[in-house]
C-alpha cells in the first residue's frame, strides 16, 4: 500500500497511457473503441471502508489505417525513463503477429497489446492501473471520475 490517494493514482493511470499513445500519427488511427476510465476493488474483495483498497483502470483499443510492424509501434509507446522496466513480452492469445507487453515504474502498470501487422485488422489496445490503494478517506465513490481531455502529460 501507499500514501497516494486514489485519485492521484486515477491520474497518473491516465498520464502513462496518454503517454504511450501520444507519438502515434493520429492519420494511422482509423478508429478508437470506447474508454475504460473506473476503478476495481483490490483482491477481488469489496470492501468501501476506510480499510478497502482499489486501484484505477484507464485504456482503450484503436484500429489503424494500415497495416504497421510492432516494432515501430512499441518504439513510439514504450516508457522510457530508468523508473520503468520490461515485465512480461509474449504473444498474444489471439495468435498471429499480436504481442503483449506489460511494464512498470513501480506505481503504475501498463499494457500493450500490439496486433499492428494484421492484414485483416491492424490493431493496438493501451491500458494502465496503478497499484492498490488504501481507501482512507479518499476511495471510490469521494471524487468524480477524472475526465482524461483534462489530464495533461
Known amino acids: 500500500m501507499t500514501d497516494t490517494t486514489l485519485e492521484q493514482g486515477a491520474t497518473a493511470a491516465i498520464r502513462?497511457?496518454?503517454?504511450?499513445?501520444?507519438?502515434?500519427?493520429?492519420?494511422?488511427?482509423?478508429?478508437?473503441?470506447?474508454?475504460?476510465?473506473?476503478?476495481?476493488?483490490?483482491?477481488?474483495?469489496?470492501?468501501t471502508g476506510p480499510r478497502g483498497s482499489a486501484q484505477w483502470l484507464y485504456g482503450f483499443a484503436f484500429d489503424l489505417t494500415h497495416e504497421v510492424p510492432n516494432g515501430q509501434l512499441l518504439s513510439v509507446m514504450e516508457p522510457t525513463g530508468k523508473e520503468w522496466s520490461l515485465l512480461?513480452?509474449?504473444?498474444?492469445?489471439?495468435?498471429?503477429?499480436?504481442?503483449?507487453?506489460?511494464?512498470?515504474?513501480?506505481?503504475?502498470?501498463?499494457?500493450?497489446?500490439?496486433?499492428?501487422?494484421s492484414s485483416t485488422r491492424p490493431r493496438v489496445g493501451v491500458s494502465a492501473y496503478g497499484q492498490c490503494i488504501r481507501n482512507g478517506e479518499t476511495g471510490p465513490g469521494t471524487f468524480p471520475t477524472p475526465n482524461p481531455a483534462d489530464i495533461t502529460g
Do not use: S
Open 16 to 47: 502513462v497511457v496518454k503517454r504511450a499513445t501520444a507519438k502515434i500519427p493520429a492519420d494511422w488511427i482509423l478508429e478508437k473503441g470506447p474508454e475504460q476510465n473506473h476503478y476495481n476493488y483490490c483482491d477481488g474483495t469489496i470492501d
Open 88 to 117: 512480461l513480452k509474449e504473444p498474444n492469445v489471439q495468435g498471429g503477429t499480436a504481442m503483449d507487453y506489460r511494464f512498470t515504474d513501480g506505481r503504475t502498470q501498463l499494457y500493450i497489446t500490439l496486433n499492428g501487422e
